[in-house]
Nanobody
């Protein structure tokens, strides 16, 4: 079983930055794909970013502004969010899956989520 615990959310003004963290349990962390999804009010959850074995990819809406990274020694992944916009306001979820393909659409494991609010 993989457990994911997010932290780092909060309120920030447009143009500001936040860094989300996701601490994981389990010895399989380094072999898993890790990622982030988000869900805005009244909208479906959407893919944000993923990483595995040094490969990363991003949703078009965040490309160039967000950076996903991982520290295998700490079993933690991060999402550095810069140039934040009000439309980035959402609950952000950490995700994990053995498959780099599946984590983009139907991740197996989900965290509880952390709220990010960007004011205009």
């Amino acid at each position: 079983q993989v457990q994911l615990v997010e932290s780092g959310g909060g309120l920030v003004q447009a143009g500001g930055s936040l860094r989300l963290s996701c601490a994981t349990s389990g010895r399989t962390f380094s072999s898993y794909a890790m990622g982030w999804f988000r869900q805005a009010p009244g909208q479906e959850r959407e893919f944000v970013a993923r990483t595995m074995s040094g490969i990363t990819s991003y949703a078009d809406s965040v490309k160039g502004r967000f950076t996903i990274s991982r520290d295998n020694a700490k079993n933690t992944i991060y999402l550095q969010m810069n140039s934040l916009k009000p439309e980035d306001t959402a609950v952000y979820y950490c995700t994990a899956d053995p498959s780099y393909n599946r984590i983009m659409t139907q991740p197996t494991y989900w965290g509880q989520g952390t709220q990010v609010t960007v004011s205009s």
